[in-house]
């Protein structure tokens, strides 16, 4: 699938002829994620009738600017995969195994391909730019660029389901936060949603993404997160007042303030802290979700309850 990128050609187009980039929401639908791609496409005399590889200085910038495109529409994607995973459990919320959930899904494949052909593009680039530094000269910087795009990508596409997705960890994220919606038990493996093929029997060895429990319990405080804060060195989660009085009272103590997550040593600084409203808004669902339950329990133990009096009339 011949992805068109984004390309700095705009940028080096002097005077009123440029076309400006215009910054668009985060695509919402398929339709609108393609015409982004395609909106921002290659054009043809991006490099003809210049000599850049006999001019490093100018091919560095260039291409650096290519790569800085690349980036801002892999975060616009980024921003649709959090959207279509807030849309797939809203579903599962409404009706466990909404059909509809399969749709989601298949948009969310789209865009993490999506994301992945143009983090190639970005690898090709950065390569390009250590050759030019190095002295490299290319005599057609265009077709050499696109040669290594089309094998790689097509390498990337001839892959599985399974190979794409089994350990990228949105996508982990995506399964397990539809499967707590109605499940109490651990998320299982993600592989069992994803297609095996038949030449892939040995890699059931390998890494598999799924099974943790997302917690959405403090470890200091035991409770659900409050002001959720993580930390940056290893990741773990606390509530933000927990974790600060943690770490004033190490250091109060003149001790070091390790995380105080179980198994975990890494050391820990207030500027290692970062707010997480996802996580707590992620929380937050969750609570309401156990409280509904509970809430449904107690009205059906009631309805019985009923009953039974009646019974005994
Ligand atoms: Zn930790």
Redesign the pocket.
Known sequence: MPVRISSPASSLEAGPSRKSQVHRAPASSEDEEDELIEEEGWTRDTFENRTISKNTTAAIPMLRGMMDKLKDVISRIEEGLDNAKETAVALEDSKQDEPSIAEVETAFFRALDQRQLLQIRIEILEDMINQLRAGEEYSDIESAYQEVVTTRETEYMAKSQRAKYKNLKEYADFRSALWEINHTTACPPVSQWLEKDADEESDDDDFDMGGATQSYKCPITLMLFKDATT?SK?G?NYSREAIMNLIDNMRKAKRASK?P?TG?S?ILDKTDLKANPSLQKRADEFDRRQKRREEEKEEADETIALEDEEDFD
């Open positions: 930390s290893c773990h995380c997550v975990c890494a």
